[in-house]
């Protein structure tokens, strides 16, 4: 689909039935649609909900936007709501990790008309500095890519055992994972979206004129996010709820989907 933003092109996927609630999840820092696995998202099917997948600007099959042009979280944001109105969604379920997570705060602060519900995953409220990422961590994210396949697949996988679930951690999954991402597209300029994060600043003030239900999630075990920041941004979003998983890195593994599963989908029952 294209949208009316420089004409840039966004790809996705959905799964289930589109007369069920929508459920639109928007990846992190980097990632592609992939990020939500498609069993992960057949879960949520299972639930009643359409999910809707895709990747963000400058990543995946979506566009690479032109360097001339500079765009923040609420651009991205701008994004996802484009492909809802794709679909003809008018309203839905959002769910976001990391980055994403920063993108649903940013939908229900600035578009809260076209929110159900709200979750974000492992993120913070974009205060500089307030991510307590420990060194290995800040270092991992901070290393340019290799142009070499076989390289930039080895790389990944080094870094993501750094923020990953420590005790969850599978290598041939995450492995499958890269070559994947790698062999579906390889261009991605994760360093435009870490850009659009800075430039967006701290939502804290605006987080706490959120009305949207929202739930807020994270793990104990995330070294690249501290629970801290998923602490901080639900105690500032009127009457969030905060689920701490144990056990949970940065990253969604399978082991943590039937608690999130049940989480989103309880928020949404609460609030249909």
């Not at 008309?113 to 500089?128: D, H, K, N, Q, Y």
């Not at 994947?180 to 987080?207: F, H, K, T, V, Y």
């Amino acid at each position: 689909m294209r949208t009316d933003d420089h004409n840039i092109e966004l790809y996705y996927e959905t799964f289930g039935f589109d007369h069920d609630p929508a459920l639109l999840l928007i990846s992190g820092l980097g990632s592609q649609l992939l990020g939500w696995s498609e069993e992960f998202c057949l879960g949520f099917v299972d639930r009643g909900f359409f999910v809707v997948r895709f990747d963000n600007r400058d990543i995946g099959l979506s566009s690479r936007v032109d360097e001339s042009l500079q765009y923040d979280l609420s651009d991205m944001a701008a994004d996802g709501l484009a492909v809802l109105d794709a679909l003809g969604v008018e309203k839905a379920h959002v769910v976001g990790m990391s980055m994403g997570g920063m993108i649903v705060q940013t939908l229900a602060i600035e578009h809260p008309e076209r929110l159900l519900t709200a979750t974000s995953i492992m993120s913070s409220t974009g205060v500089p500095g307030s991510n307590t990422s420990t060194p290995e961590a800040l270092a991992a994210i901070n290393t340019p890519a290799p142009l070499d396949r076989a390289e930039a697949i080895a790389l990944d996988i080094v870094h993501r055992k750094v923020w990953a679930s420590p005790e969850w951690f599978d290598e041939q999954a995450v492995t499958e994972y890269f070559e994947a991402a790698w062999d579906r597209s390889s261009n991605g300029r994760p360093d435009r979206q870490m850009a659009a994060i800075g430039a967006s600043g701290s939502r804290e003030d605006l987080l706490t004129s959120i009305a949207t239900p929202t739930l807020v999630i994270h793990g104990d075990e995330d070294t690249l996010i501290n629970i801290s920041c998923g602490r901080r941004t639900a105690e500032l979003i009127p009457d969030a709820e905060f689920l701490e998983i144990e056990g949970m890195g940065h990253d969604i593994c399978v082991q943590a989907w039937p608690l999130i599963i049940s989480s989103v989908t309880n928020l949404a029952a609460r609030n249909a």
